[in-house]
C-alpha cells in the first residue's frame, strides 16, 4: 500500500469508539455462535438441507471471532498494527471472508425458506444433504476466491512509527474490493427482498394456513433474516459509497473515517445477531435453550439431608428426562418438525 494513502487523524477518536464496540460483538458472538454450534453438533439429530446452510453461517461468523481480539488490539493502540505484514493480510482476508460467507449464507437460508413456502412442491425442496453440502462447499469456494484478492498484497501503511493495517485505501477508490464489497451486498439484498416478500404474500393469500403456527413461524423467520442483512451491512455500503461519491474532499475528513469504521463494526455485530437466525428456524432451538436453562439454573445444593435428596430427581436425570421429552414431542404432528414443507 502507498504510504501517502494513510490519513493520520488528531485524537483518533475511532480508537475511543472501536474496543468497546469489537469487545461486545466477541463476548456475545462467541457465545452465541458457540452454543448454536452446540446445538446444531449434539442436539439436532435430523439434518436436512436447511440444517447444513444454517450450521455453514455459524461457522462463517464463529471464525470471525478469531480476528477481532487483533482488531481490538489494533484500535487499543490507536490504529498502529505490531503484528506484521502476513498476519495483517490474513486478517483482512477472514474479515472479508467471513462478511461473504455470512452474506451468502443468509441468503442461501432465505431462499431455501422461499422455495418451501412458496413452492412447496418444487425439486429443491427434495435435494439430498450431500447435494446441499456439496453446494456449501462451491459456495465456500466462491467466497475464498472472491476474497484471496486481500492475500495478494501489503495493506500496511506505515507512516512515522505507525503502521495501519486498513483493506481501504482511504484517498481513492478501491477497485476490485470496493466492486466486491457493493456487490456483495446489493446483489443479494435483491434476493433477499424478493424471497421476503414473496413469502408474506403467499402467506397472506392463505389465510387459513397463514393462522397456523409453522406458517407464522415461517413468517417470523424470513423478517428476522431479512432484518439482520439490512441492520447489519447496509450503514458500512451506504458510508462507502458516500466516501467514493465524495471522494477525494473526503479523503481525510475524520467524521468520513468514523463512520466507516463504526458501521463497519455493524458487520461484524452480524456475527453476534444470527442466532436469532437459528433460533427462529426451527422450535428445536427454542427446546434447546430451554434444555441449557433447565440443566444450568438447577445447580445441586450442598448441605441438604437425605430425605430431601431423595425427593427430588437428580440433575442429570431431568436433563435425561428432558432430552427424552423433548425427542417424543417432536414425533408429534402438532408440534412441527425441521423437515416440514413449509417450514
Known amino acids: 500500500m502507498d504510504n501517502r494513502s494513510c490519513c493520520l487523524i488528531e485524537g483518533d477518536p475511532i480508537s475511543q469508539v472501536m474496543p468497546p464496540l469489537l469487545i461486545l460483538a466477541f463476548v456475545l458472538g462467541a457465545l452465541g455462535n458457540g452454543i448454536a454450534l452446540c446445538g446444531f453438533c449434539f442436539h439436532m439429530k435430523t439434518w436436512k438441507p436447511s440444517t447444513i446452510y444454517l450450521f455453514n453461517l455459524a461457522v462463517a461468523d464463529f471464525l470471525l471471532m478469531i480476528c477481532l481480539p487483533l482488531r481490538t488490539d489494533y484500535y487499543l493502540r490507536h490504529r498502529h498494527w505490531t503484528f506484521g505484514d502476513i498476519p495483517c493480510r490474513l486478517v483482512l482476508f477472514m474479515l472479508a471472508m467471513n462478511r461473504a460467507g455470512s452474506i451468502v449464507f443468509l441468503t442461501v437460508v432465505a431462499a431455501d425458506r422461499y422455495f418451501k413456502v412458496v413452492h412447496p412442491h418444487h425439486m429443491m425442496n427434495a435435494i439430498s444433504n450431500q447435494t446441499a453440502a456439496a453446494t456449501a462447499c462451491v459456495l465456500w469456494t466462491l467466497v475464498i476466491l472472491g476474497t484471496v484478492y486481500l492475500l ?7 507512516q512515522e512509527t505507525v503502521s495501519s493495517c486498513e483493506s481501504f485505501i482511504m484517498e481513492s477508490a478501491n477497485g476490485w474490493h470496493d466492486i466486491m464489497f457493493q456487490l456483495e451486498f446489493f446483489l443479494p439484498l435483491a434476493i433477499i427482498l424478493f424471497c421476503s416478500f ?55 475528513d475524520p467524521s468520513v473515517h468514523i463512520a466507516l469504521h463504526v458501521t463497519l463494526s455493524f458487520t461484524y455485530l452480524n456475527s453476534m445477531l444470527d442466532p436469532l437466525v437459528y433460533y427462529f428456524s426451527s422450535p428445536s432451538f427454542p427446546k434447546f435453550y430451554t434444555k441449557l436453562k433447565i440443566c444450568n439454573l438447577r445447580p445441586k445444593r450442598p448441605g441438604r439431608s437425605k430425605t430431601q435428596r431423595s425427593e427430588e430427581m437428580p440433575i442429570s436425570n431431568l436433563c435425561r428426562k428432558s432430552s427424552i421429552d423433548g425427542a417424543n414431542s417432536s414425533q408429534r404432528p402438532s408440534d412441527g418438525q425441521w423437515d416440514l414443507q413449509v417450514c
Open 152 to 158: 495478494m498484497e501489503s495493506h500496511l501503511c506505515v
Open 198 to 252: 414473496k413469502v408474506v404474500w403467499s402467506l397472506r393469500q392463505r389465510q387459513q394456513l397463514a393462522r397456523q403456527t409453522r406458517m407464522k413461524r415461517a413468517t417470523r423467520f424470513i423478517m428476522v433474516v431479512a432484518a439482520v442483512f439490512i441492520t447489519c451491512y447496509l450503514p458500512s455500503v451506504l458510508a462507502r459509497l458516500y466516501f467514493l461519491w465524495t471522494v477525494p474532499s473526503s479523503a481525510c
